[in-house]
Nanobody
Framework: QVQLVESGGGLVQPGGSLRLSCAFS????????MGWHRRAPGKQRELVAT???????SYVDSVKGRFTISRINAKNTVYLQMNSLRPDDTAVYYC???????????WGQGTQVTVSS
């Protein structure tokens, strides 16, 4: 059984930084692609960043150059470093991975990020 627990959200001023963490429990973390998604008020969920087992990363255009996804396999943890935060980054951020060999998606409970002065 896979469990994902996000932490690190909070209130930050525009231009500030936060680092989100996602603790994974279950099997085979090191071979999984991990992702961060977000859902802003009144909007659909959006894929923000992904990182493969080999460390290849991808980002939605709106966060390129500001956000960095990383992982430490020895800690079963994936991170999202968010710099130069803007009010439109305000959202609940979710960690995600997919069932190996299947189509089931696993989600954490989410962590709120609010960017406001």
């Amino acid at each position: 059984q896979v469990q994902l627990v996000e932490s690190g959200g909070g209130l930050v001023q525009p231009g500030g930084s936060l680092r989100l963490s996602c603790a994974f429990s279950g099997r085979l973390f090191s071979i999984r692609t991990m992702g961060w998604h977000r859902r802003a008020p009144g909007k659909q969920r959006e894929l923000v960043a992904t990182i493969t087992s080999s460390g290849s990363t991808s980002y939605v255009d709106s966060v390129k150059g500001r956000f960095t996804i990383s992982r430490i396999n020895a800690k079963n943890t994936v991170y999202l470093q968010m710099n130069s935060l803007r009010p439109d980054d305000t959202a609940v951020y979710y960690c995600n991975t997919r069932q190996i060999g299947g189509n089931m998606d696993y989600w954490g409970q989410g962590t709120q990020v609010t960017v406001s002065s």
